[in-house]
């Protein structure tokens, strides 16, 4: 889920680009949340303990706290370097006031919606981008009361028996009691895919897919269920695409 926030004292503005940001492409494919503040200080009282947008757009020029000093005081926790800050503004004389608050992007009023999807785009990849490389490289696993820390790019793939879960590495084999879902959600969901009830498939393993069934470099043959097989086939294309970029 990408949480997005847009302040804007002008409900015309706000209207807009709830719009272009629900009716923009990426809505099929990326779960989207958006909440409207019409004046810095009701923003400003959301993040007051913490944030959890991923996304601002913000007006510049707004009665009370302006959206500068919105700004400010959002970046004052180091917590919220994360969020992407775009401003929004027939103004173009503040770049400088807006220096310091290190915003993601300027977009200039009147909006154009061509222009706003490429930028929306643009950003909900930069903040896929951030949350991947924050995601923990290795993956806790326990057995018998003892954790061990598995290298993510060690895992092969990871397949459910009843209430087990059977974790294939490169070099090893780890059985524990969990489920797939419990471990998928641990887990970078580019690279890992779930090809079938019972397994969870790293595509940096995968050797060569066929119509119902998987080759792995080791060898091994793995079912893909006939409910996957086109979501499997279209998310393989997007990693291998990924790797080339």
Same mark, same amino acid.
């Given at each position: 889920m990408i949480h997005i926030a847009i302040c804007d004292d002008d409900k015309p503005t706000t209207e807009q680009l709830e719009d272009m940001i629900l009716n923009n492409p990426i809505y099929r494919t990326e779960k989207l949340d958006v909440s409207i503040f019409y004046s810095g200080e009701s923003f400003t009282r959301a993040i007051q303990h913490s944030c959890h947008? &991923?996304?601002?757009?913000? &007006? #510049?020029? !707004?009665? =009370?706290i302006s959206g500068v000093t919105a700004g400010h005081i959002l970046r004052a926790d180091c917590d919220n370097d994360r969020v992407q800050l775009v401003y929004v503004s027939s103004h173009e004389e503040y770049h400088v006031q807006l220096f310091d608050v290190r915003p993601s992007g300027f977009l200039k009023k009147p909006l154009h919606r061509?222009?706003?999807?490429q930028k929306l785009i643009s950003l909900i990849q930069n903040i896929k981008r951030k949350r991947q490389r924050s995601k923990p490289r290795l993956l806790p696993v326990?057995?018998? =009361?003892?954790?061990?820390? %598995?290298?993510? @790019?060690? #895992? !092969?793939?990871? +397949?459910? &028996? *009843? *209430?087990? %879960? #059977?974790? @294939?590495?490169? &070099?090893e084999q780890l059985e524990y009691y969990s489920t797939l879902s419990i471990e998928e959600s641990k887990l970078p969901s580019e690279q890992f895919v779930r090809i079938h009830q019972s397994y969870l498939v790293n595509f940096f393993y995968v /050797?060569?897919?066929? +119509? @119902? *069934?998987? #080759?792995?470099?080791?060898g091994e043959e793995l079912p893909i269920s006939e409910k996957? +097989?086109? +979501? %499997? /086939?279209?998310n393989y294309l997007k990693f291998r695409g990924s790797l080339i970029e």
């Amino acid at each position: 889920m990408i949480h997005i926030a847009i302040c804007d004292d002008d409900k015309p503005t706000t209207e807009q680009l709830e719009d272009m940001i629900l009716n923009n492409p990426i809505y099929r494919t990326e779960k989207l949340d958006v909440s409207i503040f019409y004046s810095g200080e009701s923003f400003t009282r959301a993040i007051q303990h913490s944030c959890h947008f &991923d996304l601002v757009f913000m &007006d #510049i020029e !707004m009665e =009370g706290i302006s959206g500068v000093t919105a700004g400010h005081i959002l970046r004052a926790d180091c917590d919220n370097d994360r969020v992407q800050l775009v401003y929004v503004s027939s103004h173009e004389e503040y770049h400088v006031q807006l220096f310091d608050v290190r915003p993601s992007g300027f977009l200039k009023k009147p909006l154009h919606r061509a222009s706003f999807e490429q930028k929306l785009i643009s950003l909900i990849q930069n903040i896929k981008r951030k949350r991947q490389r924050s995601k923990p490289r290795l993956l806790p696993v326990n057995q018998k =009361g003892s954790e061990t820390l %598995v290298p993510i @790019r060690n #895992i !092969m793939y990871l +397949a459910s &028996d *009843r *209430r087990k %879960v #059977i974790l @294939r590495t490169t &070099d090893e084999q780890l059985e524990y009691y969990s489920t797939l879902s419990i471990e998928e959600s641990k887990l970078p969901s580019e690279q890992f895919v779930r090809i079938h009830q019972s397994y969870l498939v790293n595509f940096f393993y995968v /050797k060569q897919i066929l +119509a @119902r *069934r998987m #080759i792995l470099t080791s060898g091994e043959e793995l079912p893909i269920s006939e409910k996957q +097989a086109a +979501a %499997v /086939k279209m998310n393989y294309l997007k990693f291998r695409g990924s790797l080339i970029e």
